[in-house]
């Protein structure tokens, strides 16, 4: 199955040769990894402090700058204080996302008075979509950079460290779209790998940018229209990450379902593929080959526009054994009304019999979502219909917010904005009603076995040695106890507890 242009997204055209990049100087070897240091040279390394916003594609953009600044003797730490280097990368979803970085950056000044020498960077979203009111705002950073500038992070701080870094300087803006593509060469950036933390799952995006023009959304305005990476380039980073253990790879985009379509030559560029129409994709041959690379052992994938939602994909559910059990796709609402002033471009009918293509083929497969309640327009008889679908889901677990208007986008315009008092309420309800359903699903867990990919070490409670995370197949969370490390390991566990967040159990 899965006839589609393969050879189009197979070459590797737009991935410039090490020697042509403008920054290869600071990377002189093809090397994977932070370079070894002499310990005598160890107090010349400098710090960096990263802090994240927003979504896995956040995630993904910090390691890449941690890769980059890790070729400039720049090593991370948890300690802001200690760090010559404050990286905010930032996330403009929500008004509040953007609130929470203003405040934070209020709270770094009295730092950035008592240290000049240190540069002070606000990156992702809200430095592309308001870099200039930013710049008025918090005049005391040193740069504001857009998500499309993360590869010339290294001429960047080039650049400050010949103009200084003293507070009065106006900050440095660059936050121009790259018109050109996508392309994240791998011997050029490499992917970031932390070999302490024995990292078990990695995020590679495969496609930035949005096309869908939701009526809620900044993101094609933030992170401009769909670009696409070459699928050679994927395969690549997923080989690297497997031959250092990973285990799981979580392909990342705004819309992952549309990947490859703007690589696709001239006479296929321009045809949308129809819900109706298409049985093929480049997103599900990019699954069949990620999963082809030996040592794959989890395919995640997210996010998923139900619009661009075709049958091949569907099939590659079915086919390819990788692919986990378990579905993101974002409702937004259950009321066709609301989902048609959302631009979404899908009715609930049309939504349900997507859902049913994948039930066909995984039964038991945990569907999630993400919702939005107070969309302009919503009546109380729209908010039942978004009840009903959750309600007839039975979602694993959703993501629900209450709508906040963005700027620039359609849907600040529309009249009948819901008051605030009247989303908290439609809020508290969805969740409770969610609430009820996820212990539900986690009770009927117990007893069960299920496979489980330990990820990590129990954070929060540093003193207990012994607890162990990881998640099933079908995404839920897994507390195991053990002694031994555990981190990696991909075991049988039965089932023993559960409440609204985790499962807990013991290795089968
Ligand atoms: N208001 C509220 N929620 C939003 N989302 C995106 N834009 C907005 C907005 N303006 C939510 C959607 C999306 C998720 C990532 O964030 O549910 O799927
Ligand atoms: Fe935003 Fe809609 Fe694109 Fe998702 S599909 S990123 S909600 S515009």
Known sequence: MLEVETDSLATNESVPAAAENPFAK???KPQVNYPVVPEHQQGFLKKVYVQTWGCQMNVADSERMLGLLGRMNYRP??????????LLN???????ARHKVVSRLGELRPLKEKKPDLILAVAGCVAQAEAKSLAREVPFVDVIFGPDQIEELPALLETLATRGTAIGDAPHIHAEFN????SIPVDVVPPYFDEGKHEVSKFINIVKGCNNFCTFCVVPYTRGREKSRVADEIIRETEFFVSKGVREIVLLGQNVNSYGLDLLDETHAHKKVSLETAGTLPFADLLYKVAAVPGVERIRFTTSNPHDFTPGLAAAFRDVKQICNAFHLPVQSGSDRILDRMNRQYTRAEYLERVGWIRAVRPDIAFSTDLIVGFPGETDEDFEETLSLVEEMKYAFIYAFKYSPRRGTPATRFKEQVPEAVKNVRLQKLLELQKRETER???AEIGLTREVLMLYRNRKDKGDESTWYGRSNEGRLVKVHSPRDLIGKLLQVKITGANATALEGHPA
Do not use: L, S
């Open 26 to 28: 600071y990377m002189p």
């Open 90 to 96: 930032t996330c403009h979803i929500r008004e509040k």
């Open 441 to 443: 699903q986690n009770a």
């Open 179 to 182: 018109k050109e593509g996508y």
């Open 77 to 86: 730490t948890e300690d802001v204080n200690e760090a010559d280097f404050v």
